[in-house]
């Protein structure tokens, strides 16, 4: 079943536009959204919170537009960034305390739990915090509502391959529990290691979207790492 | 509502917001231009504005499960939140000043304004001026505040000028009544004042709304 749909969406900058992008998140699986710097991977995620406006396109969760449904879909759903930094000198604890106000999903043993599993101090403030935990954070306040799906934009930018593999074991376990995973990255090696379909993104088109393995199928030569399938399409070379 | 004044007052705010309120007591300082009060409390309003936009309040907010206008309204609810404590605090002053120190020799011989209902419709309207120049103004792009805040400052010193020198003018000696003399007169000023205030802020509100439901984040 789909979680997210997306359909068409387009979103025109001076410089830059995000057309006709469609593709679907499916419930219980993982989905790497890989595309280079600036290939609007950003500008997607951004549009499927409605923070900015999309000149085209809709986007539903649930079977239920965005628009109009705003409030009971956030509630459903969650998002993390390895970039942004929330109230970087207010303690976690204070944070968690107002957001779990927002929301009659909020499980204070989901995060008892998660607290403990990512080794958070929640005396600490997310200044106090390095990259990979800020992103731990974000995802601890995602996951004690009960988010049904992840939307992570970048959450492996910045971190070393220990905190990056362990994020990834993260979203594998998050997957067994039934919560579907849909992250950007630019990393590819993320891609190989845990996302069960791909949404390969470049110059602001989706290029493709599908499961890993009918994206190896259909653009990998034989014995082709993933890897240098993606570097060879980012180079416009379409022929296995 | 509840919950998004909360994490207005828990989160988003700076200290320097709710110290700044006591400057509403400088309704009591004698020979000052005393409305710089109103004034110097929207500055602590700023600095909160400045601390919640470096905490990427704006954005954190917006990703919450409210309606985008709730998130417009938290912002306007603080703000009058902090510019009702700071009017009790103008107001006490003022009473005071027309009662237990109506005939103080340096209250009397002030030739500034003194603290009476007008000072206090007049402190109304610097706050209405605040929410539609600056909070407004913030709202066009959730980010810019420099250009906003530069305009309030000028209007703002504009209005504490107009209204320290109107009682200075011939027939409108009155604005700058004692104790409980016109008493009529200083109820309706403030109550000008106060519906000054609230017309100005509910329209900014409503353009905020539409500002921040248009702008990308």
Not at chain 2, 73 to 80: A, P, R, T
């Amino acid at each position: 079943m789909s979680i997210v749909e997306v359909r068409h969406l387009v979103k025109r900058y001076p410089a830059f536009e995000l057309s006709d992008a469609s593709f679907r998140v499916e419930a219980g699986r993982i989905t790497g959204f890989i595309g280079r710097n600036g290939a609007g991977k950003t500008t997607t995620i951004k549009s499927m919170f409605n923070l900015i406006h999309p000149d085209g396109g809709e986007i539903d969760y649930f079977g239920r537009p965005l628009i109009g449904n705003e409030k009971e879909i956030k509630k459903r759903i969650g998002y993390s960034t390895g970039t942004v930094n929330w109230y970087p000198r207010k303690k976690i604890r204070d944070i968690a305390g107002i957001v779990s106000r927002f929301y009659d999903t909020w499980d204070d043993g989901a995060y008892r739990k998660y607290l403990a599993l990512f080794e958070l101090n929640e005396s600490k403030a997310p200044m106090e915090l390095s990259e990979g935990m800020k992103v731990k954070f974000n995802l601890l306040l995602a996951l004690s509502h009960r988010a049904e799906v992840l939307i992570l934009d970048e959450p492996t930018s910045g971190l070393d391959p220990f905190s990056r593999n362990e994020l990834l074991d993260i979203f594998t376990g998050l997957k067994k529990e039934g919560v579907a995973v849909f992250f950007s990255t630019h990393i590819i090696s993320d891609i190989e290691k845990c996302a069960d379909d791909i949404v390969y993104i470049s110059k602001g088109k989706i290029v493709s979207a599908m499961s890993k393995t009918e994206f190896a199928g259909r653009f990998s030569a034989a014995e082709e790492s993933l890897e240098d399938t993606m570097l060879r399409l980012e180079r416009g070379d379409f022929n296995a | 509502m509840r919950n998004i004044m909360l994490k207005e007052i828990k989160l988003s705010a700076s200290p320097l917001a709710f110290l700044f309120i006591a400057f509403g007591l400088m309704f009591f300082i004698p020979g000052y231009p005393i409305l710089c009060g109103a004034f110097f409390v929207t500055l602590g309003l700023f600095q909160s504005f400045q601390t919640a936009r470096e905490a990427n309040d704006i954005v954190f907010s917006a990703l919450l499960p409210i309606a985008k206008n709730d998130v417009v309204k938290g912002k306007y609810l603080f703000v009058c939140f902090i510019e009702a404590c700071a009017l009790a605090l103008m107001t006490i002053a003022a009473v005071i000043r027309m009662t237990a120190l109506a005939d103080a020799p340096a209250y009397r011989a002030n030739a500034l304004m003194t603290a009476n209902p007008f000072a206090l419709g007049m402190a109304l309207v610097i706050f209405g001026l605040f929410n539609r120049i600056f909070v407004g103004g913030f709202f066009k792009t959730a980010y810019k505040q420099g250009r906003p805040f530069v305009i309030y400052i000028i209007v703002a010193f504009l209005a504490i000028s107009a209204a320290e020198a109107l009682h200075h003018f011939r027939g409108l000696e009155r604005l700058n009544a004692f104790g409980t003399e016109h008493l009529g007169l200083q109820a309706t000023l403030l109550a000008a004042g106060l519906l000054a205030f609230a017309l100005i802020t509910f329209l900014s509100y409503r353009k905020a709304c539409r500002d921040f439901e248009r702008t990308d984040l």
